[in-house]
């Protein structure tokens, strides 16, 4: 039996490139003889995960090595309340980077990056778009259309395939080169002239006889062009965007990495008590309200109408998202704001099974007080919040964008006016019969990421960019956009916008974890 477990121990280590020291072989040895051998490999593949992820400085296992990675496997992760539900702030993500030679995400600590700062230097801004480039290359190389034929398939199925190439192997032809597939970032180097560029290279487009695939194709935007190559120029015949995938895809090739973020050191998404939990708790739901105009006396009388409606069975959670003010500039601004605040306070205490019960989380929106328009956006000052956050100690303000974990499902919410900036800046507006929001939704989840635009358009901290990352692609994703209210699901992904709380006549969004279902409620005059 021992014998057995040794050679499957070390056969495993060797897969993955590592060498075990005799004295950690015979450690790992001792600990897994009482481990059936129906989970043994599950076990020594969790332990080799634990190992990868300490810092390494050579493929050589030490005994010391192999006793933390044990110890961190034997801790049970306790499920508790505490866990069910949690909110993470933007400067809480954390951050994985994919490295192609190992064709794994690694968290930054195991990287030679340092930790990200808000003042980012040159290296940030670089990697910035490297890193949304290898995100989105290594999810094309994995598509079926894009993998090579296997040795001796049939001749179509190899006729089907196609091959990406980089701009460095056209720039390197003298000849013409046709039907050739790139994927690169379009930028505008020069005045009205459109360019491709990709990590090894840029080359100039020619887009006179393009077609645009479905979609808002924006400068700064990632795409599979196809076209042919000529003295130094490509003429795209089409574009598309990167092949999508759920995250059950995603999942099944990265394992149990909590890309999301929370407490727990693996992905929920593998916890079956979770599961369970959310699945017989129907009557969980969360609330939805963009531009909560709090300085405005008939939008907190229908928050008063909404309170009383819903004070017999209180929500999960009310998600607030700015603008909280109508007016919001003046000096006058930050002091109306805290009496606003006050105000939602005094109406919230007067409905005790809400405020005993249900969560508020607020998300600042675009023109609220803080630091300039750049994302992610910190949360609303402390000195504005601190009297609310006493008289209701289940709020949260948090950052936008913020996500939200609730049991195995994850949630992403963006106070943004995104849908109008990405028309505005679209290369060419489409013309096909698809409306607008699902055009923009193809856009967001083909690119894996918030804000597909050029940062002069929309500014991010460099460093702090894999914040606003769409990937994995959540259960929920929550635009509060001024644009007009939508549902839409799109890769196993439900996409909502509340709308304008005021300008929409008082519509709100109301999303059922356990059926992940949404419901369109607005609220009327009595």
Same mark, same amino acid.
């Given at each position: 039996?021992?014998?057995?477990?040794?050679?499957?121990?070390?056969?495993?280590?060797?897969?993955?490139?590592?060498?075990?020291?005799?004295?950690?072989?015979?450690?790992?040895?001792?600990?897994?003889?009482?481990?059936?051998?129906?989970?043994?490999?599950?076990?020594?593949?969790?332990?080799?995960?634990?190992?990868?992820?300490?810092?390494?400085?050579?493929?050589?296992?030490?005994?010391?090595?192999?006793?933390?990675?044990?110890?961190?496997?034997?801790?049970?992760?306790?499920?508790?309340?505490?866990?069910?539900?949690?909110?993470?702030?933007?400067?809480?993500?954390?951050?994985?980077?994919?490295?192609?030679?190992?064709?794994?995400?690694?968290?930054?600590?195991?990287?030679?990056?340092?930790?990200?700062?808000?003042?980012?230097?040159?290296?940030?801004?670089?990697?910035?778009?490297?890193?949304?480039?290898?995100?989105?290359?290594?999810?094309?190389?994995?598509?079926?259309?894009?993998?090579?034929?296997?040795?001796?398939?049939?001749?179509?199925?190899?006729?089907?395939?196609?091959?990406?190439?980089?701009?460095?192997?056209?720039?390197?032809?003298?000849?013409?080169?046709?039907?050739?597939?790139?994927?690169?970032?379009?930028?505008?180097?020069?005045?009205?002239?459109?360019?491709?560029?990709?990590?090894?290279?840029?080359?100039?487009?020619?887009?006179?006889?393009?077609?645009?695939?479905?979609?808002?194709? @924006? $400068? %700064?935007?990632?795409? +599979? *062009?196809?076209?042919?190559? &000529?003295?130094?120029?490509? !003429?795209? #015949?089409?574009?598309?965007?990167?092949?999508?995938?759920?995250?059950?895809?995603?999942?099944?090739?990265?394992?149990?990495?909590?890309?999301?973020?929370?407490?727990?050191?693996?992905?929920?998404?593998?916890?079956?008590?979770?599961?369970?939990?959310?699945?017989?708790?129907?009557?969980?739901?969360?609330?939805?309200?963009?531009?909560?105009?709090?300085?405005?006396?008939?939008?907190?009388?229908?928050?008063?109408?909404?309170?009383?409606?819903?004070?017999?069975?209180?929500?999960?959670?009310?998600?607030?998202?700015?603008?909280?003010?109508?007016?919001?500039?003046?000096?006058?601004?930050?002091?109306?704001? @805290? $009496? %606003?605040?006050?105000? +939602? *306070?005094?109406?919230?205490? &007067?409905?005790?099974?809400? !405020?005993? #019960?249900?969560?508020?989380?607020?998300?600042?929106?675009?023109?609220?007080?803080?630091?300039?328009?750049?994302?992610?956006?910190?949360?609303?000052?402390?000195?504005?919040?601190?009297?609310?956050?006493?008289?209701?100690?289940?709020?949260?303000?948090?950052?936008?964008?913020?996500?939200?974990?609730?049991?195995?499902?994850?949630?992403?919410?963006?106070?943004?006016?995104?849908?109008?900036?990405?028309?505005?800046?679209?290369?060419?507006?489409?013309?096909?019969?698809?409306?607008?929001?699902?055009?923009?939704?193809?856009?967001?989840?083909?690119?894996?990421?918030?804000?597909?635009?050029?940062?002069?358009?929309?500014?991010?901290?460099?460093?702090?960019?894999?914040?606003?990352?769409?990937?994995?692609?959540?259960?929920?994703?929550?635009?509060?956009?001024?644009?007009?209210?939508?549902?839409?699901?799109?890769?196993?992904?439900?996409?909502?916008?509340?709308?304008?709380?005021?300008?929409?006549?008082?519509?709100?969004?109301?999303?059922?974890?356990?059926?992940?279902?949404?419901?369109?409620?607005?609220?009327?005059?009595?």
């Amino acid at each position: 039996m021992a014998s057995g477990v040794k050679s499957k121990v070390s056969a495993a280590f060797k897969m993955h490139g590592l060498i075990l020291r005799a004295n950690a072989a015979k450690f790992l040895v001792d600990v897994l003889e009482s481990v059936n051998e129906s989970e043994l490999e599950d076990a020594i593949e969790r332990i080799i995960d634990a190992v990868e992820k300490q810092p390494l400085s050579c493929n050589m296992i030490e005994q010391s090595m192999v006793e933390s990675a044990v110890q961190e496997c034997s801790e049970t992760y306790d499920e508790t309340i505490e866990h069910v539900f949690n909110i993470i702030g933007a400067f809480d993500v954390p951050r994985y980077i994919y490295n192609s030679e190992r064709k794994k995400f690694l968290p930054i600590s195991m990287t030679d990056q340092s930790e990200p700062c808000l003042f980012g230097t040159a290296r940030n801004k670089a990697e910035l778009f490297c890193e949304r480039y290898t995100i989105m290359q290594q999810r094309t190389h994995r598509h079926e259309l894009f993998t090579p034929p296997v040795t001796g398939s049939h001749p179509d199925e190899s006729g089907n395939k196609f091959q990406l190439k980089t701009i460095e192997s056209l720039l390197g032809n003298v000849s013409k080169l046709g039907e050739v597939i790139v994927l690169g970032m379009i930028t505008q180097l020069k005045e009205g002239k459109f360019f491709l560029e990709d990590p090894t290279g840029t080359i100039q487009l020619e887009l006179s006889k393009a077609q645009f695939h479905s979609g808002l194709y @924006t $400068e %700064s935007c990632f795409v +599979l *062009a196809e076209g042919w190559y &000529e003295d130094g120029v490509f !003429h795209v #015949n089409g574009f598309g965007f990167p092949p999508t995938e759920p995250s059950t895809v995603t999942r099944a090739y990265y394992g149990n990495i909590n890309f999301f973020g929370g407490p727990s050191p693996t992905s929920v998404k593998s916890s079956a008590k979770l599961k369970q939990l959310e699945e017989e708790n129907e009557d969980a739901m969360f609330i939805f309200i963009s531009d909560v105009w709090l300085d405005q006396v008939e939008v907190l009388e229908k928050l008063h109408m909404m309170f009383s409606g819903y004070s017999s069975m209180p929500p999960t959670c009310f998600v607030l998202c700015g603008n909280f003010s109508s007016a919001p500039y003046g000096k006058s601004q930050i002091k109306t704001l @805290t $009496e %606003s605040l006050k105000t +939602l *306070a005094d109406i919230i205490c &007067e409905y005790p099974n809400i !405020h005993k #019960n249900s969560r508020f989380v607020f998300v600042p929106g675009p023109e609220d007080p803080g630091p300039s328009s750049i994302l992610p956006r910190p949360p609303l000052a402390d000195y504005i919040t601190e009297e609310f956050s006493k008289r209701v100690p289940h709020s949260v303000f948090t950052t936008n964008p913020c996500r939200i974990q609730y049991c195995t499902q994850e949630i992403i919410i963006f106070r943004e006016d995104l849908v109008n900036k990405m028309c505005r800046n679209c290369i060419r507006f489409p013309n096909s019969n698809l409306d607008i929001p699902n055009h923009f939704l193809k856009t967001i989840i083909a690119q894996g990421h918030l804000t597909p635009l050029p940062l002069y358009v929309s500014p991010v901290y460099w460093a702090y960019d894999y914040s606003l990352r769409v990937y994995p692609v959540p259960d929920l994703l929550v635009f509060a956009d001024k644009y007009d209210p939508f549902n839409i699901v799109h890769t196993d992904c439900t996409c909502i916008n509340p709308g304008s709380f005021p300008r929409s006549s008082f519509c709100f969004k109301v999303y059922y974890p356990s059926s992940k279902t949404v419901e369109d409620s607005k609220l009327q005059n009595l």
